[in-house]
């Protein structure tokens, strides 16, 4: 089974401050297996059950990440949660924390119809 691991920042309408991040927005962006990430395309949905899907899109290369609500504080990834975070590939290669990755997703703050926050996860490659 192969590995993967991404780490990254995330802001989904805007950045609050100048890190070492490039200004982008919205965005979510960081490192995936060592290559540098900016989605071009960002979604986020608010779930019927309360729940946040955020999508990032570049290119052929896709980040989701599920959290179980809409809320500031730290969500865990892994162990079947309901927390997850998934990278695809081309729609071909699809790593997700499922049952067996692990990481985190933190929502620092949420203004309105913004929310700032972090993420970092280690996946599976999905195999059927």
Same mark, same amino acid.
């Given at each position: 089974? *192969?590995?993967?691991?991404?780490?990254?920042?995330?802001?989904?309408?805007?950045?609050?401050?100048?890190?070492?991040?490039?200004?982008?927005?919205?965005?979510?962006?960081?490192?995936? =297996?060592?290559?540098?990430?900016?989605?071009?395309?960002? *979604?986020?949905?608010? =779930?019927?059950?309360?729940?946040?899907?955020?999508?990032?899109?570049?290119?052929?290369?896709?980040?989701?990440?599920?959290?179980?609500?809409?809320?500031?504080?730290?969500?865990?990834?892994?162990?079947?949660?309901? =927390?997850?975070?998934?990278?695809?590939?081309?729609?071909?290669?699809?790593?997700?924390?499922?049952?067996?990755?692990?990481?985190?997703?933190?929502?620092?703050?949420?203004?309105?119809?913004?929310?700032?926050?972090?993420?970092?996860?280690?996946?599976?490659?999905?195999?059927?």
């Amino acid at each position: 089974m *192969k590995n993967f691991f991404l780490f990254a920042i995330l802001s989904v309408l805007m950045w609050s401050c100048e890190d070492d991040i490039e200004r982008n927005t919205p965005s979510i962006q960081g490192e995936v =297996n060592k290559e540098f990430f900016r989605a071009t395309d960002v *979604k986020a949905n608010l =779930n019927q059950d309360g729940s946040v899907t955020i999508t990032g899109v570049q290119d052929i290369r896709e980040i989701v990440l599920a959290v179980e609500e809409l809320k500031e504080g730290v969500y865990t990834l892994g162990n079947g949660d309901l =927390n997850q975070a998934v990278f695809k590939y081309a729609d071909t290669l699809v790593y997700g924390t499922g049952s067996t990755g692990f990481g985190s997703i933190e929502i620092s703050r949420i203004t309105g119809a913004t929310l700032w926050g972090s993420f970092y996860f280690d996946a599976q490659l999905n195999e059927e």
